[in-house]
């Protein structure tokens, strides 16, 4: 047990120490598609907190991000407010807009709620596309001033990998904890837990305000590295485009998430440069994916290590038997 600590605690420690020295070895483009994928990942993950560990059908994760981007960009662009409030609002920002939504879907279950969450989320994003005078419309905002002590390259770099992994580390401790027991408890039988005294659409809605406020982070950031914003973030579309990286990474795993983000954006740069049907490319190692990896890659590569454990386990048993 304690080796297998050790050996997480170092692998873990060897992943930060690479990412610390990316600024210095990639290229400029490179540590931008890098810096992509963190906080990609960081919204993939969030996603995973609700729907690979609390069961709920949240296919419109997207228009919290939008929210949060959003609201950090119209503070910045349009207000003579400290950078840093922008930075803070916005989190805040979903996580209400979260609590607004979540309040009706959660007296749905299953398709139901991911069929009204989808419809309130085109509400929202309606107001973007249309009100022209205070969003930009479908042109978006452009050129917003981000704080200068994050400018630059490797300022937005650092400034982004700071903040997914103290998200990270604030999602997995609440997974971790008795609460996230509890959620994914109700995820398995929710019945059973409410005949227990467990509240259920209680622990559903807390899901969702933490994983809508990890949205908005993971907004803040779009905008700290693009400086920009449109409509397109809280479309339909691109919330469809989070649960793949779920799917493909392993959806009932904290890390997969993360993976299935950058398996996506790796594909769509490279992929991208050669054809304009690279979305073709994604559908059908989407479908190989179901077929013969439900569990996604990283769910399947778990799946096979406990399977060797427990086999060289059953063979070691073997052996002091005969001998």
Known sequence: MLFNTGMKFGSLAAIIAAMLLCPFILPKFYLYVLTLVL?????????????????????????????????????????????????????????????????????????????????????????????????????????????SFIDGPHGIYYFVLFAVMLSLFC?????????GTTLRAIRDNPDRCASIGINVKAHQLIAIIYATFFAGVAGVLFVVLEQSVFP???????????????????????????IGAAMIIALRTCASIYTDY??????????????????????????????????ADSNTEQAGVKG
């Not at 999602?171 to 609460?179: A, E, T």
């Open 171 to 179: 999602m997995y401790f609440i997974l971790s904890s008795i609460y």
């Open 278 to 311: 690279w979305t073709m490319i994604l559908g059908i190692v989407l479908i190989l994916i179901i077929f013969y990896l439900p569990e996604g890659l990283l769910g399947y590569a778990l799946k096979r290590i406990r399977e060797t454990r427990i086999s």
């Open 39 to 147: 906080l990609t990942g960081l919204l993939a993950t969030s996603l995973n907190m609700v729907i690979g560990y609390g069961g709920m059908y949240q296919f419109h994760h997207g228009v919290f991000y939008g929210v949060g981007a959003y609201t950090a960009a119209l503070i910045m662009a349009k207000t003579d407010l400290p950078s840093w409030i922008a930075i803070i609002a916005g989190p805040f920002a979903a996580a209400f807009t979260g609590v607004v939504i979540g309040l009706f879907c959660i007296r749905l279950t299953k398709l139901y709620f991911g069929m009204l969450q989808i419809s309130l989320g085109s509400l929202v994003w309606a107001i973007a596309f249309r009100w022209y005078g205070f969003t930009g419309g479908d042109d978006g905002l452009h050129g917003i001033p981000i704080p």
């Open 232 to 258: 397109d973030l809280l479309f339909w579309v691109f919330s469809l485009e989070i649960f793949v990286m779920c799917l493909l990474g392993g959806w009932f795993t904290f890390a997969g998430p993360m």
